[in-house]
């Protein structure tokens, strides 16, 4: 049963539609488009601040995110729940991955680049930090999806206003995740493309 009147969004409901928009846009702007840019345009001189730039936005609505997601009474006890547990990890996570890719970007290859890899991302030699930056970077990326994906269960569960996520807004969270390795996968093809032209001209 509704705890408000129909029609009515009440301070919680408001709180949690804020944590909702905070964490999609880190999770399916930001994050993505922070990872797309430091994967397939290293070679642009204005990567580095682009991904700097966009992971910055990252932090700021995962921290406004979690300012307005509750008050700490769901990471344990009788209200713990996958969807704060999950959170949790993300904030850590992300420092540290943050901290990493600073560090990082001021470490020096250890070697040149393989070009005949199918992971040149994984296999370039480069300092430990790099590939701790990396690793970290899939991990953040998998739980910020789990995030968002087991927040739209709790809305269901917990909205004073007893309504249920929009399907619409369901439908879009499964496309855009669906077409992140598709858009992933697009752009290596092109640069591979524009790398074989360069070469036979």
Same mark, same amino acid.
């Given at each position: 049963m509704p705890k408000t009147p129909p029609g009515v969004i009440d301070y919680h409901d408001q709180m949690i539609i804020a944590h909702a928009v905070f964490a999609s846009v880190a999770t399916l702007i930001t994050a993505p488009a922070a990872i797309l840019v430091g994967r397939y345009f290293?070679? @642009?001189?204005w990567w580095f601040n682009t991904h700097l $730039?966009? @992971? $910055?936005?990252t932090a700021f609505s995962s921290s406004r995110s979690v300012s307005s997601g509750g008050n700490g009474d769901q990471l344990t006890g009788p209200k713990a729940d996958? %969807? %704060?547990?999950?959170?949790?990890a993300i &904030?850590?996570?992300?420092?540290? @991955?943050?901290?990493?890719g600073v560090v990082a970007h001021f470490t020096h290859s250890a070697g040149p680049s393989s070009s005949d890899s199918a992971f040149p991302t994984l296999t370039t030699p480069k300092s430990p930090l790099r590939h701790l930056h990396v690793i970290f970077g899939i991990v953040m990326t998998a739980l910020?999806? +789990?995030g968002v994906k087991t927040g739209m269960d709790?809305?269901?569960m917990v909205s004073d206003m007893a309504t249920l996520v929009p399907k619409g807004i369901v439908v879009v969270y499964w496309v855009i995740f669906g077409l992140e390795p598709?858009? +992933?996968?697009?752009?290596?093809? #092109? &640069?591979? +493309?524009? #790398? #074989?032209?360069k070469v036979q001209g």
């Open positions: 290293r070679s @642009q001189r $730039t966009l @992971q $910055t936005l996958p %969807h %704060h547990d999950i959170g949790l &904030i850590v996570l992300f420092l540290l @991955q943050f901290l990493l910020l999806y +789990a709790e809305w269901d598709i858009r +992933a996968s697009g752009r290596k093809d #092109s &640069i591979d +493309a524009g #790398s #074989s032209e």
